[in-house]
């Protein structure tokens, strides 16, 4: 039973309210002690900075599993830079299928009709649905969001991938690597940025390459206009050097020494493996308060595809679904404002183009007994607002 006190407001409230989907916590017992190794004043071509690149690519390398053919990167922008690299230099050969199901993957669409102007299609689903699979065509490119940030839906593995395929598959797994396992047969590119499950500082993109995209990359030169910062080629060829701790511009060496002690903290914590239970330690939290709650529901129908970090929630109360769009915004605004004033949740507003909703943070870096002190708040912030609103519509 929830402890409340004379207001009725509950009586604990999470260690750490920040539940924000990027960037995300620190992990548990971060302080800036851990930045203390950091070359700083030093060029990211010095030996020094060199070598805090290439561990960065080194370690990530082999806590993913990722096999050892494959070339990781570190790539200016953040996910969304290591997405558009990869689709700028890759795509072209083939017609493109763009996978959209949430805010991300119709960017991605955007970039590759109107930007690259691609012999391409969309292939859509409503928030809360993967697209039908069945339709989707291999022998084409194909690029799709591994994790929907923005809808908390996931591909519920690579089953439906097929391993003949003739085409690529470019998977944006920004909120999903370090926290699901990800089946490296069945794709030939993966981006994520260092602010995600990791709790790293933002801008830092990172791009995997297999090995059927380098041998895209080696047949194949796009006549396009492709920005400097993106140039992965060099001659007829891959550009070997990125993919050994060089960039193609100067990254931070505060945030490389940051994302190093994050990947420190994770080796302590079971690595992968130690990653991904915690990930699901918190989804569980959140699942088990969904089947008590009458008034909310996750946005992802299947349970096969819910999202174990971006954990999309909506509002099912009849209350809440007798209101327009902009008073149902206006609504959730209300409510989480509520969190933020008493100091239990900040930054968990859906994606502003998301169905009216809420998410919390479910990586890695969040601790469970958080999120379990945080569910009475949510019910105690909804009351309240829909009493508000209850009285207003009176």
Not at 111 to 120: P, V
Not at 180 to 198: A, N, R
Request: glycine share 10%; aromatic share 8%.
């Amino acid at each position: 039973m929830t402890m409340t006190d004379a207001t009725g407001k509950p009586v604990t409230r999470p260690n750490d309210a920040r539940f924000s989907p990027g960037p995300t916590r620190k992990f548990e017992g971060w302080t800036t002690d851990h930045l203390a190794g950091a070359a700083l004043g030093r060029s990211h071509r010095s030996a020094d900075g060199k070598t805090k690149l290439k561990s960065v690519i080194d370690r990530s390398k082999a806590m993913l599993g990722m096999p050892d053919d494959w070339r990781l990167g570190i790539i200016a922008g953040s996910d969304t830079g290591a997405v558009e690299c990869a689709m700028w230099n890759l795509l072209g050969p083939r017609p493109v299928e763009v996978l959209v199901w949430e805010a991300f993957g119709k960017d991605w669409a955007v970039d590759a009709i109107s930007e690259l102007k691609l012999d391409a299609r969309m292939i859509n689903a409503d928030f809360g649905d993967l697209p039908d699979m069945n339709t989707v065509d291999f022998d084409r490119d194909v690029v799709l969001t591994w994790n929907g940030t923005t809808s908390g839906v996931r591909m519920p593995g690579g089953d439906v991938i097929p391993a003949d395929r003739e085409g690529l598959v470019i998977a944006d797994a920004t909120s999903a690597a370090f926290a699901m396992d990800i089946p490296w047969d069945k794709v030939d590119v993966v981006t994520w940025s260092w602010q995600k499950v990791l709790g790293g500082e933002a801008a830092h993109g990172m791009m995997a390459l297999g090995p059927r995209a380098v041998a895209r990359i080696e047949s194949y030169k796009p006549d396009r206009a492709i920005p400097k910062i993106y140039r992965i080629r060099k001659g007829e060829g891959l550009n070997e050097d990125i993919f050994k701790g060089a960039t193609l511009n100067t990254p931070s060496l505060l945030a490389t020494e940051d994302c190093l002690a994050a990947l420190d903290w994770a080796e302590t914590i079971g690595g992968l493996n130690g990653m991904i239970a915690r990930s699901q330690a918190n989804f569980n939290v959140m699942e088990a308060w969904i089947a008590r709650t009458d008034w909310a529901e996750f946005m992802a129908v299947d349970p096969a595809t819910r999202s174990t970090t971006s954990i999309c929630v909506r509002i099912t109360d009849p209350v809440f679904d007798a209101l327009d769009d902009g008073t149902q915004r206006a609504f959730v605004k209300r409510m989480l404002g509520m969190l933020a004033d008493e100091g239990a949740a900040f930054d968990i507003e859906g994606y502003r183009s998301a169905p009216p909703s809420f998410r919390i943070w479910g990586g890695g870096t969040v601790e469970a007994s958080d999120i379990e002190a945080l569910t009475p708040w949510l019910d105690w912030a909804f009351a309240a607002t829909k009493g508000e609103y209850a009285a207003k519509a009176a």
